[in-house]
């Protein structure tokens, strides 16, 4: 593992700053699920993952997104959190607008053992380790979930169609991004986040650094590419690159070909509805454990 993704999933760095408990309201999609998102996840819990046996073993949500909270509470589903930090968690819990079902089991869900459950949950959960873990912790929830149950995630990905440019950073393609962000419902973040991804991922290891996102925003606003407000806007986030934080987004093939070794189905694949310009890279999967 990394040492930025070990810090990061640490209680130990969680419970010093607990950044995403204290920024989580600052975030917006695709940083945290949109309401378009969670109609998927409701879908999907409904129709691929044995929900309805409320005599089944609680499910489990990798991390404590208080959206999917809420949401899973709001199905009645009885469910645990795994989260390293009691105080992201308390952070996070005061984010809900519902109460009750969610319970803390404290620990590195990369891994947990435990016994086998009906689903799992996560949002952009595995998003947060290094390429090189993905293919043991898939192995281990499979192990989590009982035979025909569900693992239902979203996850950050490259197209086919954006290989070619990953690692290229395009200060015309920014600029051009930006534009979308002239619409209402679409702020500068949205609107660019995924070009400066696409510019600033690494091609072997698929890591984006939040250090080397930081800097690359900045030369943009020197170049003229980017506005003060729009810098401003999306300050919080350079809090993120004080602990090198790094996102991993390998190609979707790669994705599937790890699923696919690890003995779990792809079984639906859905894109949200939201027409903001990330929607592509960011599916959200319904995948299976085999009976």
């Not at 949109?34 to 129709?47: G, M, V, Y």
């Not at 607008?97 to 086998?116: D, E, F, I, M």
């Not at 959960?125 to 290094?130: F, K, T, V, W």
Request: net charge positive; hydrophobic share 40%; proline share 5%.
């Amino acid at each position: 593992m990394s040492k930025a993704a070990h810090t990061f999933l640490t209680s130990a760095w969680l419970d010093k700053g607990a950044t995403i408990g204290r920024l989580w309201s600052s975030y917006s999609p695709p940083a945290r699920p949109s309401s378009a998102d969670l109609k998927i996840f409701r879908h999907f819990l409904a129709e691929g993952s044995n929900c309805a046996d409320q005599s089944s073993s609680p499910g489990l949500l990798l991390g404590c997104t208080p959206e999917l909270q809420d949401l899973l509470a709001g199905l009645a589903l009885q469910f645990d959190c795994l989260d390293a930090s009691r105080r992201n968690y308390l952070l996070m819990r005061r984010l809900r607008a519902t109460s009750g079902q969610g319970r803390l089991v404290k620990c590195n869900w990369t891994h947990y053992r435990g016994r086998p459950r009906p689903w799992i949950v996560g949002d952009a959960a595995l998003n947060m380790l290094p390429w090189h873990m993905w293919p043991a912790v898939l192995a281990n929830l499979r192990c989590l979930l009982e035979r025909g149950g569900s693992l239902i995630h979203r996850f950050y990905l490259w197209r086919d169609e954006d290989e070619q440019a990953l690692g290229l950073l395009s200060p015309k393609a920014v600029g051009a991004a930006s534009q979308a962000s002239h619409e209402p419902h679409i702020s500068i973040y949205a609107a660019i986040v995924f070009e400066l991804y696409r510019g600033l991922v690494d091609r072997t290891s698929y890591q984006v650094s939040f250090l080397l996102w930081r800097d690359a925003v900045l030369r943009l606003q020197q170049a003229g590419v980017l506005s003060e407000e729009d810098v401003s806007s999306m300050r919080y986030l350079f809090q993120q690159a004080k602990v090198d934080f790094r996102l991993t987004i390998p190609p979707r093939a790669r994705l599937e070909a790890l699923l696919d070794r690890a003995g779990l189905l792809v079984e639906a694949v859905e894109f949200s509805d939201s027409g903001l310009p990330f929607e592509k890279n960011c599916p959200i999967y319904l995948i299976r454990r085999p009976v």
